[in-house]
């Protein structure tokens, strides 16, 4: 008896498409219409900064003070070490001394070169007199060019002893702390990583590249295209970025050129001084890259969930002549997670299977009817 009334209980919880009993199986159906979509390719990228530049000293002497702190961002120009002046200031002077001692001597021979040459006009010149004075005057004028270059060199020197930040960006901790000796043996001081904007590469197969390439070619090629993002947790990226480059080359490895896009990286809040700014993009971290059209297009679609696939590909069931089921096998193109956009392999108009799939198979007739209103589709990201 039990099981009698559990039987009953379960017949009368089946759908209404289910089967009726000695009558075709129920299911529900949708017509295969064209859609607005917006056509997007995904692929995986990595965050590259646009700009990255380790310091190093240019001049052995000791470390005397580190004047930013570690992880904050610092400005272009920016002082960041200062190195041991005195010797280098010593030198400027010493270098200055000889161009000015260099300089009277080279006055000295001009005055001598002249008044030889003013004697050679007269019975009481001489030629090889101002021959001398003129090879005097010359070797002073070559002494003072060799002075004045190790003047500009020693201050040259002088200004090495304040290590500069070449570009902005965040920068790293520092790896020689002062009262150490630093040279340009030493290596890298500290790193700058420049924020914002950041690139981000993506490897694209050639096919899907040419793809591209069609699709957009009446459209402004890849400049028709923007960049969107998804963060490392899933979360959208609220910054869009176009297409900069494409490499020259095919890896060989692979068969994909790189693509690089240049996308904003703002700083998120308040930046407080001599504090870490926060940016969502950091240099070196993977991201989901979306490729997608500017203009929406027109193209012939059936909610995602009516597709199926097995070791021949993708199909669909459609309700033919009579009623009758037969499978067709589909291209898919651009599709969205709720919305399989059909390339090729169905019409516009047909009936597509959409409830009821598990009863069905090729060459039966069914009994169709309007599907129900299918869930939103969760948000990209979500």
Known sequence: MRFFLLLATLLAATPAFAQAPGGPPAVGVVT???ATVTETSEFTGRVQATGRVSLTARV?????ERLFAEGTEVAAGEILYRLERGP???DVARQEASVADISAKLANATSQLNRAQTLLQSQAGNRVNVDDAMTAQRSAAAQLSGAQAALRQARINLDYTEIKAPIAGQISRTAVTPGNVVSPSTGALATIVSQDPMYVTFPVAVRVLTEL???YAGKGGLNAVRVRLKLPDGTAYDQTGRIDYVDPSVAPGTDTILVRTSIANPVRG?????RPVDRMLADGAFVTV???GIEPV??????RAAILTDQSGNFVYVVAAENKIERRNVQLGQSTPSLAV???GLKQGETVVLEGLQRVRPGIQVNPGPAGPRPPAAAPGR
């Open 213 to 215: 390439r069609t699709r």
């Open 32 to 34: 295969a219409e064209p």
């Open 290 to 292: 979306a490729v997608e």
């Open 88 to 90: 280098f200031e010593a």
């Open 60 to 64: 052995t002497a000791f470390l005397e």
């Open 298 to 303: 027109k193209a012939l679609g059936v909610p």
């Open 342 to 344: 059909i390339a090729s």
């Open 270 to 274: 308040t930046a407080a001084p001599g």
